[in-house]
């Protein structure tokens, strides 16, 4: 069975601090991972996609990797800002079969003054 | 590019009652998927269109939810009688294609509240 497993489950920083949130995965076969980041009260939003080939990959000071040996992800998120704090969803794409996504819970991030 | 639009955005009723969602997806986009999303949680998947037909509903509670895809556009999802455990959110999304792992795009939403 597909599963996507994320921790923690929820995590307190103070700003300018960083932090690093993990995926772990079972999706096979594997098509690419997103990060999503999902303000409260809005939709996620996508913040990375990696695919099989890619390490690392960067967006402003948010920094994915991944190592599709281990089938691990991670996001670490530089000099935290107050609009960081939000749910971090990780979700692993297929890349056969119904082509159906699997999403994690989750990581919920509050970032204090 | 105008993004998904759900209506309405919030929604109070009373167990047993009936209710319908609307979703308006992203011009040309093909696969569209509807989510329950309870607090604290990811999204769950409860059906997938590709076009107008359905990819999947395994997880969709037949009954009492309902979804149609009408000339591969617009979609509305339908509960029918509602129960407390159905109070969640209910996220739309539509993806160029399902196939490709292409990005999932968002609308912001539908806040059920079953009392």
């Known amino acids: 069975k597909n599963q996507v497993e994320q921790s923690p489950q929820s995590l307190i920083i103070l700003e300018g601090k960083n932090c690093t949130l993990q995926?772990?995965?079972?999706?096979?076969?594997?098509?690419?991972l997103r990060w999503y980041k999902q303000d409260t009260g809005r939709g996620p939003v996508s913040l990375t996609i990696?695919?099989?080939?890619?390490n690392t990959k960067s967006n402003g000071r948010y920094t994915a990797t991944l190592d599709a040996d281990t089938k691990q992800s991670s996001l670490h998120i530089t000099a935290s800002q107050l609009s960081d704090s939000a749910s971090y969803i990780c979700?692993?794409?297929?890349?056969?079969?119904?082509?159906?996504?699997?999403f994690g819970r989750g990581t919920s991030l509050i970032v204090h003054p | 590019e105008a993004g998904v639009a759900q209506s309405p955005r919030y929604k109070i009723i009373e167990k047993r009652q009936s209710v319908a969602f609307w979703c308006n997806p992203i011009?040309?986009?093909?696969?569209l998927y509807w989510y329950q999303q309870i607090l604290g949680q990811g999204p769950k998947l409860l059906i997938q269109?590709?076009?107008?037909?359905?990819?999947?509903d395994s997880q969709l509670p037949k009954d009492r939810f309902s979804a149609e895809r009408l000339k591969g556009v617009d979609s509305t999802l339908k509960i029918q009688p509602a129960k407390l455990e159905d109070s969640a959110v209910y996220l739309c999304?539509?993806?160029?294609?399902?196939?490709?792992?292409?990005?999932?795009?968002f609308g912001p939403g539908t806040r059920l509240t079953v009392l």
């Open positions: 979700v692993v794409n297929p890349s056969g079969g119904s082509y159906i996504p699997t």
């Open positions: 995926c772990n995965y079972t999706v096979s076969p594997f098509s690419n």
């Open positions: 990696m695919t099989f080939s890619e």
């Open positions: 011009s040309g986009h093909a696969t």
């Open positions: 269109f590709q076009n107008n037909g359905v990819v999947d």
């Open positions: 999304a539509s993806q160029r294609s399902g196939r490709g792992g292409h990005e999932q795009f």
